[in-house]
């Protein structure tokens, strides 16, 4: 069995797949994975891989050092089973290339678009040669949500708990339906510039947020919020014998 590791931003993931199918998935914090040990007791693990869009803590690190088999720390030398055409790979998130890995390895040879809505919104792009051409990355809802807080004098810190109207019948209403819509709107503009040049474009939703957008965006789209972990384990999958 493999183990996957994908540390984010605001907290980790951890997941047990069975070759390519993915048996359980645990969360954690980023800060220490406390979920190892009753992982290590239920599964018998061959091999693994640790991704992380942090520097790692010094807890993390002496607990992968600890496992009792091989741990693949995906890096920029990584061999990877797609072209990465990217500019700056050392600058790519982890997360960003598994999960574009992840949908080309369910839709092969296809021009897919990738939307992770996590703490920042991601899009990413691989096209039917099988080429990552790059992607684009803005604010996340609760950072939207933070900066029209901070960045002025009364607008109140809220998230999207709450009435939804069209227009804003309040400035609460205001703010939510202003970030939301607006990022709704932002995906909707980047499928629909995407298919003048790809009209066979294939979309994944994922990210902790990807629920949140689903069922607005008046678009065929699969949403798929264990892409990453999916990508992670065919990085492994493919590097096997390597480690």
Known sequence: MNLIIDIG??????????????????????QYLDCLPEILCRFRINKG??????????????????LPFPILRLSPETPIPIENLYHT??????????AVIG??????KKDILVIDAGT??????IDAKERYLGGNISPGKKMRFKALHEFTGKLPLIDEEGIRTPLGVNTESAIREGVIK?????????????????PKLLVFLTGGDANLFETNLNKSIFVDTFLVLKGLNRILNYNNSNI
Not at 17 to 26: A, D, K, R, T
Not at 56 to 66: F, G, L, R, W
Not at 182 to 198: D, Q, T
């Open 182 to 198: 607006g990022i709704e709107f932002e995906m909707e503009g980047y499928i629909n510039s995407l298919k003048i040049s790809y």
């Open 120 to 125: 920042a919104i991601t899009y990413d792009f």
């Open 9 to 30: 931003n605001t907290a980790a993931k951890v997941a047990i797949f069975n070759n390519n199918s993915l048996v359980e998935v645990f969360r954690s914090s980023n």
């Open 49 to 66: 891989i640790l991704a992380s869009v942090i520097d790692i803590t010094k807890d993390v690190s002496e607990q992968i050092n600890a």
């Open 103 to 108: 949908a080309n390895e369910i839709y092969p």
């Open 89 to 98: 790979p050392e600058t790519l998130g982890n997360d960003r290339l598994a």
